[in-house]
């Protein structure tokens, strides 16, 4: 039978701190009767291909996908609760990222570029998309996106002039502002988006479910477990809810009213 995978590949500014978390998880799961527990995380390249895995045990993806391309294709788990700047509770927002001797109201930024991770992510395209859509005029308002493939990406577009604001989710920047301060030099913070339901967690179609519950079970163990307080400081987690899939909803209604207000944009790298 093919092995199970598992990832945890959203944030990653410490793929070993990472790694170190996942070890305590996996622990908790087969404490609870999973089978099969991954004992190491798997990178993905491909995370549509790999998040729709019939052998995917847990991963963690974002809303966006989650409320389009994923619906109805995969289970929720939970979510987790994190103590970066910028979350409260499951919520999380993006922090609007400028050059420090630049405009300090996203209103200045009209005409001007964006740089995004892709069109698929909330926290780096939409979210930001979201936030100008009650500023367009005849259905645009940056110049144009460029699109740079990850966040650390478009912070590094910003910094070098290759475009002119992005939105970075607010515990990827948390991760940074630790891991790789140098990337943050010359920028600051303009603005903030609207908090939704942070990340889901997430499991293959076909996962039972008593495992499904199992993996819940775990995931609340290993965030209450003492001996795991430095590996969930390190990624800023603070605990886990189950969560239904209804709460990404607010995700898709900023989509369709971003997509509504700025058709005439342009998209092209």
């Known amino acids: 039978m093919t092995p199970r995978i598992a990832s945890l590949p959203m944030y990653d500014a410490d793929r070993a701190a990472v790694q170190g978390w996942w070890a305590g998880v996996a622990e908790r799961m087969r404490a609870v009767g999973i089978d099969d527990v991954p004992p190491a995380l798997t990178w993905p390249e491909h995370l549509q291909a790999h998040w729709l895995a019939p052998r995917l045990l847990l991963s963690q993806t974002c809303g966006l996908p ?3 391309t994923l619906a109805g294709r995969v289970q929720v788990v939970g979510a987790f ?5 910028g979350c409260a509770g499951l919520d999380y927002r993006s922090e609007l990222v400028a050059r420090q001797d630049d405009a300090t109201t996203i209103e200045a930024y009209r005409g001007r570029i964006a740089a995004i991770n892709a069109f698929d992510s909330h926290s780096g395209a939409y979210a930001l998309r979201a936030h100008v859509a009650p500023l367009a005029t005849d259905g645009a308002f940056f110049a144009r996106y460029r699109v740079t493939g990850s966040h650390r990406r478009s912070i590094d577009a910003v910094r070098c002039g290759d475009a002119d604001v ?8 948390a991760g940074l502002r630790r891991q790789a ?15 939704v339901t942070g990340l889901p967690l997430i499991t293959a179609a076909g996962t039972s479910a008593t495992e499904l519950s199992a993996l819940q079970r775990a995931l609340a163990c290993a965030c209450e477990a003492a001996a795991l307080d430095k590996a969930r400081a390190a990624l800023f987690i603070e605990g886990f809810e189950p969560v239904a899939p209804a709460a990404w909803r607010r995700i898709d209604e900023l989509r369709r009213m971003a997509d509504a207000a700025l058709h005439a944009e342009r998209r092209d790298a």
């Open 81 to 85: 609760r994190y103590s970066a700047p």
């Open 181 to 195: 301060p140098d990337l943050l030099q010359g920028l600051r913070i303009i603005g903030s988006t609207e908090r």
């Open 66 to 68: 989650l409320v389009t």
């Open 166 to 173: 992005a939105a970075i989710d607010a515990i990827t920047l």
